[in-house]
């Protein structure tokens, strides 16, 4: 049930936010948000949204707003049960006496009985469950903090395992994002979303669950694909990979995932136990991942895509290939001097494919000694980054920043000795306009934006 989080705090904005949920088949009412407790301006929401609705009062110490003693909390929560809500939402420190009370009262009152942990997600989700269990509550919820993205595969394994009609389980903060995107697969009772403002760390906007993610038509036959990188935040394949399954009428999700190297072997013993299809895999993992597939279909040192076949893990690369694409939409580099700034997994891939096209490489990089690895490999020259000057000076064709410098807004060519009508490629898509081609621009050079790149090596993936 795809719920909107309604956090007001006057009449008219909450009105407003419910308004937006468009696409929601209930919304949840965080009473503890509103600028007061009053009944007849809640029962007006009520009508206004006029389907399925829960109320939650939440106290600061479960993550909430309402500060009142106890008692006032007891009182104001038996107030809010006369309006009949659908569902009522109560921390697992609620009184069994009062909630039994409510029931004799108020039947047709579902009760969400909830636990929380703002720290971690506790090795024992199993125990947790089975000691919210109580008489006389419909629905179960547990909410933990995921520290990282192998937190949300644990709480999402569990929400798999148990599927029972009873379980909501979500994994909180941004590490836990993709996770709530995921449990529909497994029936999970309920998704928070929010219409203008997050109520919690990790929720996703209605908009974004609907419109980019197709959240609807999520089953148990829907194919995963997901993106693995640290931060992967800021990257669009999400929007680009999703738009092509609802062209193509394909019943398959793609996902961000925040996943760092040393996760990398936990994290691969989870997958094949859900229903992923293959993998993007961006910095600083496009090397690190070589060790765990079974097949490298480049043996370049480094790849960018996964796929699952036969429950094998084969790896190949799209990047090198994208890149040249781009700059041969503009001159052919055969016999053509190439400067190539980097030599970490992007420009591994794009050296190869340089090389392979009969391009005149020349590899900079800070570390020299990877350059020489690489250069040596590919027969090529290199040089350490401090040498740039030097190795402009000689004349170039091309140039390609294979760093994620432009992320930080660094420009490592320095702009005096870029040569008007060359070509000049940035492999960072955001900022589309980085300041290395902004400097490449003024000077007159014929530029190359990332995202030409980026759109390149993504149709090639998954295809």
């Not at 089975?130 to 919820?141: G, M």
């Not at 690369?317 to 040249?324: Q, R, V």
């Amino acid at each position: 049930m795809l719920t909107a989080v309604i956090t007001g705090p006057d009449l008219f904005s909450a009105k407003r936010q419910i308004k937006n949920a468009i696409g929601a088949e209930a919304i949840e009412l965080r009473l503890d948000f509103l600028d007061s407790i009053d009944l007849e301006k809640i029962t007006k929401l009520q009508k206004y949204w006029g389907k399925t609705i829960i109320f939650s009062l939440r106290k600061k110490e479960n993550g909430g707003k309402y500060l009142q003693p106890e008692k006032k909390r007891y009182f104001d929560l038996a107030r809010l049960f006369s309006l009949k809500p659908n569902f009522f939402d109560l921390e697992n420190d609620t009184s069994l006496e009062f909630i039994e009370k409510m029931k004799n009262l108020y039947p047709d009152v579902k009760i969400i009985f909830s636990y929380h942990n703002f720290l971690n997600t506790p090795p024992n989700l199993n125990e947790v469950y089975e000691n919210l269990k109580n008489p006389f509550a419909d629905l179960y919820k547990i909410s933990t903090f995921a520290n990282n993205s192998i937190d949300a595969l644990r709480v999402l394994d569990f929400i798999k395992e148990k599927q029972d009609g009873k379980l909501i389980a979500i994994p909180m903060g941004d590490n836990g994002s993709f996770a709530r995107i995921l449990s529909k697969i497994y029936e999970n009772k309920i998704t928070y979303t929010y219409v203008d403002k997050k109520s919690a760390a990790g929720q996703i906007s209605i908009s974004d669950l609907v419109d980019i993610y197709n959240f609807k038509n999520i089953n148990e036959n829907t194919e995963v694909y997901a993106l693995l990188g640290y931060p992967v935040d800021q990257s669009f394949s999400h929007v680009f990979h999703n738009n092509e399954f609802l062209k193509e009428n394909k019943n398959a999700v793609y996902i961000k995932i925040n996943l760092q190297g040393h996760e990398l072997p936990i994290f691969f013993s989870y997958v094949k136990k859900f229903p992923f299809k293959g993998f993007s895999v961006t910095m600083p993992l496009k090397e690190k991942v070589i060790s765990f597939i079974d097949e490298d279909k480049v043996n370049i040192g480094a790849i960018n895509t996964i796929t699952l076949k036969d429950k094998k893990l084969v790896g190949f690369n799209t990047d090198g290939i994208a890149a040249l694409d781009a700059v041969e939409r503009k001159i052919k580099v055969k016999d053509k001097k190439v400067l190539l700034i980097g030599a970490g997994g992007v420009a591994k891939a794009i050296a190869n494919e340089a090389v392979k096209r009969k391009a005149n490489l020349i590899i900079l990089n800070r570390d020299q000694t990877r350059a020489f690895d690489l250069a040596s490999k590919l027969q090529c020259r290199a040089y350490a980054l401090d040498k740039i000057e030097d190795v402009l000076k000689e004349g170039y064709d091309v140039i390609i920043n294979a760093t994620s410098a432009s992320h930080q807004e660094i420009n490592l060519v320095p702009p005096e000795y870029l040569i008007p009508g060359t070509i000049v490629m940035d492999v960072v898509s955001k900022p589309v306009e980085t300041l290395f081609l902004k400097h490449a621009q003024d000077r007159g050079c014929l530029i190359i934006y990332g995202m030409e790149m980026f759109i390149n090596q993504a149709k090639r993936q998954f295809v």
